[in-house]
């Protein structure tokens, strides 16, 4: 079988398929104010850092080890063309490498996923893990946690023409669908017990069985949402407010490391100063249509 | 490490047994279908028609190289855009099932080489029919020879039920219990570990029925 011939089918197959593709990603990321914005972050004295054995350590190895995601809209996602990482978590790890060695871009990222964030911890094979990763008891019991940076709360998203589901009251007896890894299947069990819940490996998954209507709606994160509507297709539509517990986001750390302090230290100083505002309207307020923006949640 | 286990067991043996029992069914449902149609495939490419005869291989190429992943995702999202929905656990048996008849005529094919052309002029001067031919005496000896290549398959084919944990299927084989455990309970390498040790066990006890099934049915030249 000649191998073109197959390549040519296989390419041909996919435009098919791929021409289908509306609700797509939403509006994208300012790069140039984002890579201004961490150029500009405060940088940390001699004497503070020599305070802290955890960011000594960063500041002699002369690199910041991220354990991070690439492919999460509005957090953290990786902008092909220029190879460099942008979003809100993004904007969190390269300050804080700013913080500590004067310069953003000197991170070595490891790619996480939600079965590995504790142990590359554990292991010692990254310093701290940024990745819209959830406070939870049983997470605690295996690494620390600062922060929280940001809280999250979930919101509905449905087809435009859906008239029966007004918000997650509604959600009885439909199939729903939510991002495997994410707090939304627990959410769900919580708010919506009688739906059918399918947990979709990526965003864009989910996205696309809504549209083909696989599932009836989409639980995630509210101000993913958000930015999906941001481009205004206009096929789909929020169904009620953002509901549930706030979910908070926290940096992993190795358990009992001392960088807790200093990285809880880092964004008392970031949130002072307004570089965390200007950090959320670049990420999400901006891509989102929403001005308001939000109090930082507070710091233990 | 093996506190964690234990505790991990305590806790969720029950749920590791149904995942257990979900990848074996899997397994079944895609090896059965898959060894059928891939000799029905194999028996096919025997006859001298070019047309069948190039559709074939050109099913059999497109199987045997497309990973198996991509084959799923291909399947579940964007069938879909050409008005083709497929379930979930059907659209992984499916998957499982076009590679495993690729796997398969493929290995049938080389068994069938082994079968000397002697035999076939024989069986053609006792005025056998073509098809007569094929399934009384090139597929009974070209299926006795490829017993160890197929247990391979069997257990390839096993561990790529795997690729399931990749769709929001309803029940959740082994790999995709391991994801949930993992994100749920913080409880990553220990499940990993004993997810493993099912899989190793599973492939054992294939190997074992594999290799009996061998000794038993081959033929010695």
Redesign the interface.
């Known amino acids: ?1 000649p191998i073109k ?2 390549l040519k089918s ?1 390419v041909a ?2 435009a ?5 593709s509306l609700f797509a990603q939403g509006a994208p990321i300012d790069a140039a104010a984002f890579d201004a914005l961490v150029a500009k972050g405060p940088v940390a004295s001699a004497e503070t850092i020599a305070a802290s054995p955890w960011a000594s350590k960063i500041k002699q190895a002369g690199t910041l080890r991220l354990g991070g995601t690439q492919t999460s809209n509005l957090f953290s996602l990786l902008n092909e063309k220029d190879g460099k990482i942008r979003g809100f978590d993004a904007g969190i790890s390269q300050l804080l490498a700013r913080y500590i060695l004067g310069d953003g871009a000197k991170i070595q990222f490891t790619q996480v996923n ?6 590359v911890l554990i292991n010692d094979q990254v310093d701290m893990v940024v990745a819209t990763y959830s406070i ?1 008891p ?2 605690a ?3 620390s946690f600062a922060g929280p940076y940001y809280t999250s709360q979930a919101g509905v998203l449905v087809k435009a023409n859906n008239k029966t589901i007004q918000s997650y009251n509604d959600l009885a007896g439909k199939k729903v ?1 939510t991002q ?2 994410s707090t939304g299947p ?1 959410i769900l069990a919580q708010f919506a017990p009688k739906s ?6 990526t965003h864009q ?1 989910a996205l ?2 809504l549209r ?3 599932v009836d709606a989409y639980v995630t994160d509210y101000t993913l949402l958000l930015n999906t509507l941001s481009l205004g297709t206009g096929d789909a539509k929020l169904a009620g407010a953002p509901f549930g517990a706030q979910d908070p986001y926290g940096i992993g750390l190795r358990k009992g490391s001392d960088g807790v302090a200093f990285v809880n230290a880092f964004l008392k100083k970031i949130e002072a100063d307004g570089t965390w505002a200007r950090l959320w309207t670049i990420s999400i307020g901006q891509r989102t249509g929403s001005t308001a923006i939000p109090t930082p949640p507070a710091l233990p | 490490m093996g506190d964690n286990i234990s505790r991990l067991l305590a806790d969720h043996g029950p749920a590791f047994w149904q995942a257990l029992l979900l990848t074996w069914k899997l397994t079944a449902l895609s090896f059965v279908p898959g060894v059928v149609l891939g000799a029905a495939v194999a028996a096919l490419r025997l006859f001298p028609l070019p047309p069948l005869r190039g559709f074939l291989t050109f099913y059999v190429e497109v199987f045997r190289n497309i990973p198996s992943v991509a084959l799923l995702i291909f399947i579940v999202f964007a069938l879909p855009d050409l008005e083709f929905v497929i379930d979930y656990e059907p659209s992984v048996v499916l998957t499982l099932i076009l590679v495993c008849s690729a796997f398969t005529a493929d290995y049938l094919r080389s068994g069938i080489n082994t079968i000397p052309s002697g035999q076939i002029e024989a069986a053609l001067s006792l005025g056998m029919r073509p098809v007569r031919i094929i399934y009384s005496v090139v597929l009974p000896q070209a299926l006795r020879s490829v017993v160890q290549p197929m247990t391979s398959l069997l257990i390839a084919l096993m561990l790529s039920t795997s690729l399931a944990s990749q769709v929001p299927m309803p029940g959740r084989e082994l790999t995709a219990l391991v994801s949930k455990l993992a994100n749920d309970s913080a409880a990553g390498m220990a499940a990993f570990a004993v997810a493993a040790a099912m899989y190793v066990a599973t492939g054992l006890l294939i190997a074992w029925a594999g290799a009996a099934l061998d000794k038993k049915v081959r033929i010695l030249r």
Request: charged share 25%.
């Open positions: 079988m011939t197959v296989a197959a996919l098919i398929a791929g021409s289908g939600s079965s590995t964030r504790e142990q939870t049983a997470r019991e295996k690494i669908a495997a890894g627990a059918t819940v399918q947990e979709f490996q998954e696309d069985s083909q209507g696989r």
